[in-house]
């Protein structure tokens, strides 16, 4: 088995231009993207705002949850001033003509006013409202000053314990844009073991392997291992780079999104060559995954554009995100980041093990059954 991974290994460094391309095209993004997303943050400035609030028979837990949020405003950049009021149309007419924020404190939910032109101010407050020691469905709703419109956009469970993120902690777009990118790329690892094997199959390395003793379980085995070595290669200069030189935010365990991220490779590289050996027509793969699969994944992974994360706040299409294990793996380091949450990140790990066991049997089982036949 060690002559595959030698072979593989060899063969990528024999013609490593997409090697080199793959190692350098993740840098290359996070510095266009996120230099585009850090301005475009730049440019949006913030006025200090009064927000009004009326109680109207709120629960104690509701009043628990609004006073956390309140009274830990201040740690925050942007600062809020909460006053309260008894008047909810005159609140409601001056949200629509003074660009008022009004909050609704009824006895289940708490609802955010703002017109049109503060959705800034909206994005702020739901992000505070993220912004917590413990992960809470929330579900959340703009309102531009229809009161008929108007429905419950936040609900919770339990205590709210905020944690209000500085900006200066808060992620740029060097920090979003460094973890997506790398992740993204895990994607485009598949089309190593792709273009390998279709190579060993035109040059008969295959058969040769074969007369030499060399089964299709060590053959394919061995070619895993070889692109997982390959997959720290190309991995490996954008994390550091962007970690040492970019200075973007890795957290306080590195090492383990790191290991995430291998963990998602080696999924990715097990079904490439399940792939591969099913179908059996490299240019039929490679268009269909390259032209469709992979940019669907990708986009829905947030790859391209930042996508909250949280399944309610985008509605069906936050649903319709999930089906990419990229969304997976970012959300869960993110949160890991910021929140300080791991679990998420640990439950996404576990499952790119499972379903590597479940390739890995899927592979073997065909493999065993096509050289039975032979």
Known sequence: MSAVIKNVILRVFRNPKYLIFSALFPIFLVLILGNLLSNAN???SFEQKTVYYMQNNPSSQIMTDFNAVKDNIDKSDIKFDFKKVSNKEESLKNVDTNGDIFLELNKDSIKIYVNKNNEKYYTYLDAI??????????????????PEKATSI??????????????ERAPSGFDYYSVAEITMMCLYIMLFPISGYFEDKKNKTRERMKIAGISNKKYFLGSILGYCILSFLITAPGFIFTKFVLHANWGTQPLLYYVAIQLLAFMIIILGMIIIYIFDDMDKIIGVIQGIIFPMLSFLGGAYISIPYGKNTLGIFGYITYISPIRWINQG??????????SFLIKTMIGFLIAIAIFLVILLQITRKDEARI
């Open 129 to 146: 409202f993220k912004s917590v020691d413990k992960s809470i469905e929330t579900g959340k709703e703009i309102f531009k000053i229809s």
């Open 154 to 167: 936040l609900k919770s469970n339990e205590n709210i314990n905020v944690k209000v993120l500085p900006k």
């Open 333 to 342: 380091i993110f949160l890991s980041i910021y929140n300080g949450e791991n």
């Open 42 to 44: 730049d440019s949006v």
